[in-house]
């Protein structure tokens, strides 16, 4: 074999290698922005769906909102968390009395009053999820939300 096909055959082993490589981390981009695992194709049952309120504790199935407001910052944001419809009373959905728990701050355990609300830090890595980090409520940081 002549030095000139086997560079060509080289070559082309190299570029294939490259093609590979580079469509299974585009395509690792892609599952990861948006949220799809292949390993996790199971049935889910309604009980596992959803996430619970980080004041109140109640099971939100999915969909369900929790009521914040964002103050957009340069570093990162600002949360206020008043709750979900079980819990916070000004909800527009408000079902009090589907309540079993009182509104509790996740930082200190206190209960949160009528009118208090969580403080967090919202970070929005690109290629991550949004991190939100709870440092208080109206309680034990009193005049910094």
Not at 15 to 26: G, Y
Not at 102 to 112: A, D, F, L
Not at 133 to 138: E, F, I, L, P
Request: hydrophobic content about 30%; charged content about 25%.
């Amino acid at each position: 074999m002549s030095t000139e096909v086997l560079y060509a055959v080289i070559f082309i082993l190299v570029l294939s290698t490259l093609a590979v490589l580079l469509w299974s981390w585009k395509n690792r981009d892609e599952n990861r922005i948006s949220g799809k695992n292949e390993a996790a194709d199971e049935d889910f049952s309604p009980e596992s769906t959803g996430t619970d309120c980080p004041l109140c504790g109640e099971h939100l199935p999915r969909g369900t909102r929790v009521h914040s407001v964002l103050f957009p910052g340069k570093e990162f944001d600002l949360m206020r968390i008043y709750g979900c419809r079980h819990c916070w009373e000004g909800h527009a959905s408000a079902d009090l009395s589907a309540s079993r728990n009182s509104r509790r701050c996740p930082s200190c355990g206190e209960t949160i009053p009528e009118g208090g609300y969580v403080m967090a830090q919202v970070y929005n890595k690109p290629y991550r999820k949004t991190h939100v980090h709870v440092y208080g409520c109206t309680v034990c940081k009193p005049g910094r939300g």
